[in-house]
């Protein structure tokens, strides 16, 4: 039976007035920006994974794949529309098995199981009439598109070729990176033969792949300065999607800061070689093979996930683009009904509020605590998200605003005088493993016309601390903070 709630059950707010509060300053430096990200900066990915792409003894994506994705259904129209726009990437690991049915190019088998293929299993092939239903459905919803090309085409399993692979552990197949440089030559040089305009001419991005330092210095200094617009790497920090302790490794803020490094190098590497584009993060499901079945479709994926956000943000990462908007566990639509995941909801909520520039923040406090600030998407002021990973402690959050130039000097306590808009984030029940989310004590579920439901702020006195609840998110805009980077 379905139950539809309209209201947070009062046992949560009971319970998380309970929980051991903490008094936390934020402070917020304004000066200058940090980093800039694209001003669509959340992207999701649809992948080409078929029914039977099966991990961990389940088989998870059902009929979402690219090739068999019903573009019909109004739940996934207005879930897509609600961005208004959202960045799509097509791609993902059997991109590398895709052929076109353009040219010589007779018969266009689905793709099939296949012990000796590629990732398991056999070529598939991609029609003409089926890339004209994605055309349309793209323009019908607006989505700002990447389309992934089968780079490694050709090529064997990774047990029976030799050379490096594409870009660092974690591929079924090797290219070596010096290969790639040159290849992405050719591929550029045929996107300017058959896009003499500039202003029409699709960016050339890549290796796409997972980080490897030096796959990706020797790749760059191969391809040379132009060829390379964007450089797009994988995350999947949380490893296996059927590891036990995954809940452990969300929940545990000296974890999630180990990927820090990979960001640091990747930011590294576009400060040495300048691709016009910057670094996007064209692929991240927190853990691999489809997700958890347990943790990725629940409140609780929500701390990884917009902590990875925040985070690649101030690493000037310009895209972030989540596996998947539907498909595997991990995606933020479920695979059957189109019912946003918890995820959808924070994902659209960042789109909204967060802008493209990235202010840096500091604070003295418990580190389970997570605070990114961006300027407000929709000026004035700024847009900050809070994500409390602790189980039994809520954070009071005052705010002061950094003087400039000199660290030595007090900073100056601000107390807002228009009213803060909050949104916070809880799961229905309180039990982290829940599938429906709470904002501002509203479940949120779609309506009956399967439209996205409301989502709007409560308006708070600016002159009381932000309450953040145990184990809950936050985004909050303070239109009168005043930040010389924002203006």
Known sequence: MYFKFTFCPIILLLWASLSFAQNVNVVIHGAASIAKTDDNFVCVTLDWWPAEKCDYNQCPWGKAGILNLDLRYGALINAIKAFNPLRIKVGGSLQDNVVYKVGEVSSCPNFMKREDGLFGFSQGCLSMERLDQFNRFFNHTGVKLTFGLN?????????????????????????????????????????????????????????????????????????????????????????PGDDPNMMNKILDPSYLNQVSQTYKGVSDVVNKFRP??????????????????????????????????????????????????????????????????????????????????????????????????????????????FINLSKDRSFNITFSNAKPGDAGKPNYEFVGKQNREEYHLRALTGDTKDDIVCLNDVPMVQTDSEDIPAMDPKLVDASTPISIAAQSIAYVTIRDFEAPACV
């Open 276 to 385: 016009q584009l910057g670094a996007w993060v064209s692929e991240s499901g927190g853990a691999l093979n489809g997700g958890s079945k347990d943790v990725s479709r629940t409140f609780a994926d929500g701390f990884w996930y917009l902590d990875q956000m925040g985070m690649a943000s101030t690493y000037d990462q310009k895209v972030f683009c989540r596996q998947a908007l539907i498909g595997g566990n991990y995606g933020l639509l479920n695979a059957t009904t189109f019912v946003p995941n918890p995820d959808y909801y924070g994902a659209l909520l960042w789109h909204r509020l967060m802008g493209s520039t990235v202010l840096a923040v500091t604070k003295e406090s418990d580190p389970n605590l997570r605070v990114y600030a961006h300027c407000a998407k929709k000026k004035p002021g700024v847009s900050l998200i």
């Open 151 to 239: 780079a490694l085409f050709g090529r064997n399993e990774s047990q029976t070729e030799k050379g490096n692979q594409l870009s660092g552990p974690g591929m079924g197949a090797k290219v070596d990176a010096k290969q790639y440089g040159k290849d992405v030559i050719v591929l550029k040089n045929l996107v300017k033969e058959l896009y003499a305009h500039p202003e029409t001419q699709p960016k050339v991005l890549g290796p796409g792949g997972f980080y490897e330092e030096k796959w990706f210095n020797t790749f760059l200094e191969v391809s040379g300065q132009g060829i390379v617009d964007g450089l797009t790497h994988h995350i999947y920090n949380l490893g």
